[in-house]
């Protein structure tokens, strides 16, 4: 079981590397980061064209601002521990039965921590019910729910996941796969081509 505050991971035998295979691992996955950079900043770039055509000038402002604003304190209240649980299950994946998110109820990020951290790796979570953490865990039954700011509540959630039979936790895993794979990037390129499919056939007709 682990948590985003278990910064303290040992790393097998088998994992390590040399520089120059290092080297070669980032040469191989260097163009499909660049590539999910550029798809990304080209969805940025639409996204912003449809919203302020949609809104116009003074309502996008507004709602870019907003969202700024709300960036801005996302940041200040993950302090780089979705990196760490991360990193933790890419080292041992199949080590981890479940993964734990205890966060305060300040927590105004979003669910990146969620996918990046657990759900890709189909492990089911503890999560506190903060933000959309919470509700999407719940609604996709992908993990128990704790109460944020209660140390008693998370402490619970872990002991009744403990008490859990293989059949009711391969279940729990199985849903958060196929969450991860409902937001995968094939996924989401798929719904952004049809929504701006849907755009241009519009405007093709409006014109």
Same mark, same amino acid.
């Given at each position: 079981?682990?948590?985003?505050?278990?910064?303290?991971?040992?790393?097998?035998?088998?994992?390590?590397?040399?520089?120059?295979t290092?080297?070669?691992?980032?040469?191989?996955n260097?163009?499909?980061?660049?590539?999910?950079?550029?798809?990304?900043?080209?969805?940025d770039?639409?996204?912003?064209?449809?919203?302020?055509?949609?809104?116009?000038? !003074?309502?996008?402002?507004?709602?870019m601002? !907003?969202? !700024?604003?709300?960036?801005?304190?996302?940041?200040?209240?993950?302090?780089?521990?979705s990196?760490?649980?991360?990193?933790?299950?890419?080292?041992?994946?199949?080590?981890e039965r479940?993964?734990?998110?205890?966060?305060?109820?300040?927590?105004?990020?979003?669910?990146?921590?969620?996918?990046?951290?657990?759900?890709?790796?189909?492990?089911?979570?503890?999560?506190?019910?903060?933000?959309?953490?919470g509700?999407?865990?719940?609604?996709?039954?992908?993990?128990?729910?704790?109460a944020?700011?209660?140390?008693?509540?998370?402490?619970?959630?872990?002991?009744?996941f403990?008490?859990?039979?293989?059949?009711e936790?391969?279940?729990?895993?199985?849903?958060?796969?196929?969450?991860?794979?409902?937001?995968?990037?094939d996924?989401?390129?798929?719904?952004?081509?049809?929504?701006?499919e849907?755009?241009?056939?519009?405007?093709?007709?409006?014109?």
């Open positions: 079981m682990t948590s985003e505050f278990d910064a303290d991971v040992t790393v097998p035998a088998t994992s390590a590397r040399w520089p120059w290092v080297g070669l691992q980032v040469a191989r260097a163009p499909w980061l660049t590539i999910g950079i550029g798809v990304a900043s080209l969805v770039v639409l996204l912003a064209v449809y919203l302020g055509r949609t809104f116009g000038a !003074a309502d996008y402002g507004r709602f601002f !907003a969202f !700024a604003l709300a960036s801005v304190f996302s940041v200040l209240f993950d302090f780089g521990l990196t760490v649980a991360t990193r933790a299950l890419a080292r041992n994946p199949a080590e479940d993964v734990v998110f205890p966060y305060s109820r300040m927590y105004a990020g979003g669910s990146g921590p969620l996918l990046k951290g657990a759900c890709t790796y189909g492990r089911p979570v503890v999560v506190a019910d903060v933000s959309e953490v509700p999407l865990v719940r609604s996709h039954n992908i993990g128990l729910i704790a944020p700011d209660d140390p008693s509540s998370p402490a619970d959630a872990m002991r009744s403990a008490r859990l039979d293989e059949d936790r391969n279940l729990l895993a199985e849903n958060s796969a196929m969450f991860a794979r409902a937001n995968s990037w996924h989401l390129a798929s719904r952004l081509t049809r929504v701006f849907s755009i241009r056939d519009a405007c093709a007709h409006g014109g």
